[in-house]
């Protein structure tokens, strides 16, 4: 059995968690990193945030992962290559 992920989030990143969560114009790939992170900050375990927010656990892993190694920047989309949409 994995070992269980345990993220602690402190008072103030909590509040920027939110504050992201409730930007417009959030990447689509973003919100889930960020939901995934706050939930498992929360305790929830890996199997019920996959549950929770329907995708696999290898994302929701993923996720935290990220967040552990690079904090809360790392959880946005990188820039893609190429030519931006039309106006």
Same mark, same amino acid.
């Given at each position: 059995? $994995?070992? &269980?992920? =345990?993220? @602690?989030?402190?008072? /103030?990143? +909590?509040? @920027?968690? =939110? +504050?992201?969560? =409730?930007? =417009? %114009?959030?990447? $689509? %790939?973003?919100?889930p990193r960020l939901e995934c992170t706050r939930l498992v900050g929360r305790?929830?375990?890996? $199997?019920?945030? #996959? /549950?929770?927010? +329907?995708?696999?656990?290898?994302?929701?892993?993923? &996720?935290? !992962?990220?967040? #552990? #190694?690079? %904090?809360? /920047? #790392?959880?946005?989309? &990188? *820039?893609? $290559?190429?030519?931006?949409? !039309? *106006?």
């Open positions: 059995m $994995p070992k &269980a992920l =345990r993220v @602690e989030l402190m008072s /103030d990143q +909590e509040c @920027e968690v =939110r +504050e992201r969560l =409730r930007a =417009r %114009g959030l990447t $689509p %790939g973003t919100r305790g929830l375990t890996v $199997p019920k945030v #996959a /549950d929770l927010l +329907e995708c696999n656990d290898v994302t929701v892993r993923g &996720a935290v !992962h990220r967040f #552990a #190694a690079r %904090g809360l /920047d #790392a959880l946005t989309d &990188a *820039p893609r $290559p190429g030519r931006l949409g !039309h *106006p």
